[in-house]
T-cell receptor, first 114, second 112 residues
Framework: DAGVTQSPTHLIKTRGQQVTLRCSPK?????VSWYQQALGQGPQFIFQ???????QRGNFPDRFSGHQFPNYSSELNVNALLLGDSALYLC?????????????FGEGSRLTVL | SQQGEEDPQALSIQEGENATMNCSYK?????LQWYRQNSGRGLVHLIL?????REKHSGRLRVTLDTSKKSSSLLITASRAADTASYFC????????????FGKGTRLHILP
């Protein structure tokens, strides 16, 4: 049973560029949440997707957008990258039908913005 | 918005000793969860305790929950080198519109 998978694992971008991160949830899970984790900090909630719709959103600008596909996989897009967007981006899935529940995390995508 | 706050921020103990970490939060919750994160890796779910539970065990882990004080503790007994990691509490708020919030974590270091 595959767990949560994320790609790419590492990537380097320059300021102003755009990035797309991908996530496949654990088998049987229908809800995907994205978190940003800066070095030495706890994960910060970006948004949550269920039934292909954004259900909840944290305090992140509109530069951060997402999508969920019919197979429950998800993408996180960040436009006009800033140096401060450098972080570990974590995807978490759950079988919570859009509500909160036990989260299963992927290994993350480490983004470096130069 | 509510937030779990772990205490202490960092903890170093000798292998074999017990490690205790605390978490405080602000509003009513459905449950509280503890996660572990090895350096630069994803978070791993350790244990979930519901608001109507006071104590829960899983192997060497013991979690307590005091809803009147809005606090929880995670005890790791007989610590091992492999327990070196960051530990986060996450609160699932009773308000359906609120999301799970993580604290800044406790960085635990087990000394040989």
């Amino acid at each position: 049973d595959a767990g949560v998978t994320q790609s790419p694992t590492h990537l380097i971008k320059t300021r102003g560029q755009q990035v797309t991160l991908r996530c496949s949830p654990k088998s049987g899970h229908d809800t995907v949440s994205w978190y940003q984790q800066a070095l030495g900090q706890g994960p910060q909630f970006i948004f949550q997707y269920y039934e292909e719709e954004e259900r909840q959103r944290g305090n992140f600008p509109d530069r951060f957008s997402g999508h969920q596909f019919p197979n429950y996989s998800s993408e996180l897009n960040v436009n006009a990258l800033l140096l401060g967007d450098s972080a570990l981006y974590l995807c978490a899935s759950s079988a919570a039908r859009g509500r909160n529940g036990e989260l299963f995390f992927g290994e993350g995508s480490r983004l470096t913005v130069l | 918005s509510q937030q779990g706050e772990e205490d202490p921020q960092a903890l170093s103990i000798q292998e074999g000793e017990n490690a205790t970490m605390n978490c405080s939060y602000k509003t009513s919750i459905n449950n509280l969860q503890w996660y572990r994160q090895n350096s630069g890796r994803g978070l791993v779910h350790l244990i979930l305790i519901r608001s109507n539970e006071r104590e829960k065990h899983s192997g060497r882990l013991r979690v307590t929950l005091d809803t009147s004080k809005k606090s929880s503790s995670l005890l790791i007994t007989a610590s091992r080198a492999a327990d070196t990691a960051s530990y986060f509490c996450a609160t699932d708020p009773m308000n359906r519109d609120d999301k799970i919030i993580f604290g800044k974590g406790t960085r635990l270091h087990i000394l040989p």
